[in-house]
């Protein structure tokens, strides 16, 4: 049913290979999609017609751009291909700050192209796509603004995010081997930055955001062969639920390079004041660990810092600090952390290149 694969007599046919496409579905089991994504799923209550909301929103996006990195979509599913791709949406949240008579929204959406081979059930690569946008409000916030603003984030920010993206993602290249993200860690002296997220039963669901846009920046910035973030070293399973209510397990195997990212500290330090205004630089350092992980053998461990000014006016106030040291951390991720690692050729020929697409 959603089944994709490689068009071959003696090798590729003609052109790119073909990857048949499996469709929106939600990461995790179906009786959990209300628990887990209660906004999308009255969203998909919303449409009348055959396909929920988002099946058509993508099923339309792919109908209309079916060629990829290195390979195209056979969106009618015509072809006995065993690969598949399908965006799964895996994780939706909202948080909220309230001063004075206003509320201000901060909406989480994450969503992950998942290439899944059918011939053994397996899930061979993630390519992340996540999404943070924050929004003022005056007085509370209505069920209805955060579903309408569920739908733009949908069809303005992921599909935007899809688009500028969508030639960055490659289909495994023969012999490539893959990476992943293995454990994303906070000392304690970085916990007192992490707001709401520092206590002990927030913190897992924060390192698994740091580790979906460490996984995004290793896929799309440096085009590699990268798998979904997971707290083991071992196989383990992951489960699709599509929106007919079919469940598909798939096994995702251990990867031939493990990562580790330590968040060793924050800090904020004044640069300069006016009258007027004030600046400070916050900052974030933190550890990173390349080394395969079945031999115990590392390859690369590079302590990493990054800061950026903050400008505040007189009178400004700011709501929480936790966003301005998220901010730097994401932005450390998503920039200096590929950079840095381009830059020592000894990790790249040793390692990164055995993990990269063509």
Not at 30 to 38: Q, V
Not at 82 to 95: G, K, M, P, Q, W
Request: net charge negative.
């Amino acid at each position: 049913m959603f089944i994709f694969l490689i068009v071959l007599e003696g090798g590729f046919l003609l052109g790119n290979p073909v990857v048949k496409y499996a469709g929106f579905c939600f990461s995790g089991a179906y009786s959990d999609i209300g628990n887990n994504y209660p906004y999308t799923q009255q969203l998909l209550q919303e449409n009348q017609s055959e396909q929920s909301y988002l099946d058509k929103l993508f099923y339309d996006y792919f109908s209309r751009n079916p060629d990829l990195g290195n390979f195209s979509l056979d969106i009618k599913n015509q072809s006995q291909t065993t690969l598949s791709l399908a965006i799964a949406l895996n994780r939706e949240d909202v948080a909220f700050e309230y001063f004075d008579n206003q509320t201000k929204a901060i909406y989480n959406l994450g969503c992950t192209i998942f290439i899944m081979d059918f011939a053994d059930m397996t899930i061979i690569q993630s390519y992340p796509i996540s999404i943070t946008y924050i929004d003022l409000y005056d007085g509370q916030v209505d069920q209805q603004t955060i579903i309408q603003t569920f739908k733009k984030l949908y069809t303005d920010y992921i599909l935007q995010k899809l688009e500028s993206n969508q030639k960055n993602i490659y289909l495994r290249s023969s012999g490539s081997r893959t990476i992943k993200v293995a454990n994303v860690n906070f000392t304690e002296e970085a916990l007192p930055f992490l707001g709401f997220y520092g206590t002990e039963q927030n913190l897992e669901s924060y390192a698994s955001i740091v580790a979906q846009h460490l996984t995004e920046a290793l896929a799309f910035k440096m085009n590699l062969t990268v798998l979904p973030y997971s707290r083991s070293n071992l196989s383990y399973k992951m489960s699709l639920s599509f929106s007919d209510a079919s469940i598909q397990n798939f096994t995702i195997l251990p990867s031939s390079y493990d990562l580790d990212l330590t968040v060793k500290r924050f800090v904020k330090d004044l640069y300069k004041e006016t009258a007027a205004e004030r600046v400070d630089l916050y900052g974030v350092e933190v550890e990173m660990r390349i080394y395969d992980a079945e031999f115990n053998q590392e390859y690369w461990k590079k302590i990493i810092q990054n800061a950026e000014p903050k400008r505040i006016v007189v009178g400004q106030k700011i709501g929480n600090e936790f966003y301005n040291y998220n901010e730097i951390l994401l932005l450390t991720i998503a920039e200096k952390i590929p950079a840095t690692l381009k830059e020592d050729k000894k990790i790249m020929k040793g390692v990164l290149k055995k993990c990269a697409n063509y």
